[in-house]
């Protein structure tokens, strides 16, 4: 079975300073998309960035990144320059056709943005 | 609908009673996930429906746990006997088919059992 592993309950960053959150997945398919949600506390998940496997140019989002290794099964997310309402859970997500097309969540990581 | 609409947004219920959360997903949307969010916790996957079909059911936790959708578009969640362990966030997903397409998320329903 697919699991996701996010190892960073909470990270810290001040204002417009870079945070990295981690994600490791496990797999044994080649054909798979890994997202990354965010959940403030409205509740309301928001998609901030996704990734093909077959791709190897990692993916950018205005001040979303994320550097994927796929070798490593890895699938970090950089926030550059945070804001405070960068503040929120952040949720590293896989799906695959072979797994049902359901999306199979991390642990989540709390951000907090200190001004 | 704009988005994905559920309802009730919150619902406290006595142990041992019966309730139904209803999902809505956005129009054309034939994948219908439901996912629960204890507090502080990940999204634990339950059921996922493709139109009217569950093809997998596998994170149901228990036969108290039951879903149906109808018409390839609203989804009901019911939990009969509700218990403590029940209380939770209830979040449901709409996407069209596909691994690649968003999902999109309603607000979800917190139930307390108490």
């Known amino acids: 079975a697919q699991t996701v592993t996010q190892s960073q309950p909470e990270m810290s960053v001040q204002e417009a300073e870079t945070v990295t959150l981690s994600c490791t997945y496990d797999?044994?398919?080649?054909?798979?998309?890994l997202f990354w949600y965010k959940q403030p506390p409205s509740r309301q998940m928001i998609l901030v960035i996704r990734q093909e496997a077959y791709k190897q140019q990692n993916a950018t989002e205005n001040r979303f990144s994320v550097n994927f290794q796929k070798a490593a099964k890895s699938f970090s997310l950089k926030i550059s320059d945070s804001q405070l309402g960068d503040a929120a859970m952040y949720f590293c997500a896989y799906r695959s056709k072979a797994a049902g097309n359901k999306l199979t969540f991390g642990g989540g990581t709390r951000v907090l943005v200190k001004p | 609908g704009a988005g994905v609409s559920q309802s009730p947004s919150n619902k406290v219920t006595e142990k041992g009673k019966d309730v139904e959360l209803r999902c809505d997903p956005i129009?054309?949307?034939?994948?219908l996930y439901w996912y629960r969010q204890s507090l502080g916790q990940g999204l634990e996957f339950l059921i996922y429906?493709?139109?009217?079909?569950?093809?997998?059911k596998s994170g149901l936790p228990s036969d108290r746990f039951s879903a149906e959708r109808t018409g390839g578009s609203v989804s009901t969640l019911t939990i009969q006997r509700t218990q403590q362990e029940d209380s939770a966030v209830y979040l449901c997903?709409?996407?069209?088919?596909?691994?690649?397409?968003?999902?999109?998320f309603g607000q979800g329903t917190r139930l307390t059992v108490v």
């Open positions: 797999t044994s398919e080649s054909d798979y998309y």
């Open positions: 429906f493709q139109g009217n079909s569950a093809p997998d």
């Open positions: 997903a709409s996407s069209f088919r596909g691994i690649r397409t968003e999902a999109f």
């Open positions: 129009s054309g949307h034939t994948a």
